[in-house]
């Protein structure tokens, strides 16, 4: 069975870069058709998706969060991290790793943005 585990800090100061890693066990992040991706939800809110990197290495991301985003993965360590640049409070919210289409979750990390 796939596991996904997230993992980072979890608070980052406002302007600062918030960078976590989904560790991935069970299964490669190379398998053929299959998407690792990052979504978040902010306190009080609905999810957000904010990226994916596909098997292949290509990368997709939230239009709205797109100019402060890169998703990227190390395939030796079975991994993929989230940079999300320029923070403010408004990007505090639990993050959590995904993967599509076997609908496998983490368990959520909180990131709080303050000063």
């Known amino acids: ?12 100061k ?4 918030l960078s976590l890693t989904c560790t991935v066990s069970g299964g490669s992040i190379t398998t053929n058709s299959y998407y690792w991706t990052w979504i ?9 998706w904010i990226g994916s990197i596909a098997y292949s290495g290509n990368t997709y991301y939230s239009p709205a969060l797109k100019s ?3 998703i990227s993965r190390d395939t030796a360590k079975n991994q993929f991290t989230l940079q999300l640049n320029s923070v403010t409070s408004e990007d505090t919210a639990v993050y959590y790793c995904y ?14 943005v303050s000063s």
């Open 40 to 48: 978040r939800q902010p306190p009080g809110k609905g999810l957000e």
């Open 1 to 12: 069975q796939v596991q996904l585990q997230e993992s980072g800090p979890g608070l980052v």
């Open 14 to 17: 406002p302007s600062q870069t």
């Open 68 to 70: 402060r985003t890169s």
């Open 99 to 112: 993967s599509w289409p076997s609908d496998y979750w983490g368990q959520g990390t909180q990131v709080t």
